[in-house]
């Protein structure tokens, strides 16, 4: 079996939300990489076959919101609300940007 590659939408707001995302990546066994975007509230995991997704949803959902969960494209897990999610995001972004 191949290495399974998830891209996750989580919620962060700062760097402390990135931390708490990173240490419980770092402690999960079957992590082989992680890419976090703050900006962006996205990660990328590439991870052992053996580590499926409900996996990591439930380990950093003790701690951050996963809304929305996807493997080549193919959506795995979506939280209920992640357009209402998405939609107060997507402002967030464009205030921030007016702001600059």
């Known amino acids: 079996m191949s290495d399974h590659t998830y ?10 939300c990135s931390d708490a995302v990173t240490k419980i990546l770092d402690k999960m066994d079957g992590v082989k990489s992680k890419t976090i975007d703050l900006e962006e509230e996205q990660v990328k995991i590439v991870t052992e076959p053996s580590l499926n997704h409900e996996s990591i949803r439930d380990e950093l959902n003790t701690s951050k919101t996963v809304w929305l969960i996807k493997e080549n494209g193919k959506e795995l ?15 967030r972004r464009e205030k921030k940007k007016r702001s600059v």
């Open 77 to 91: 897990y979506k939280k209920d609300g992640y357009g209402e999610w998405k939609k107060k995001q997507e402002k």
């Open 7 to 16: 891209e996750l939408e989580v919620q962060m707001s700062c760097s402390g």
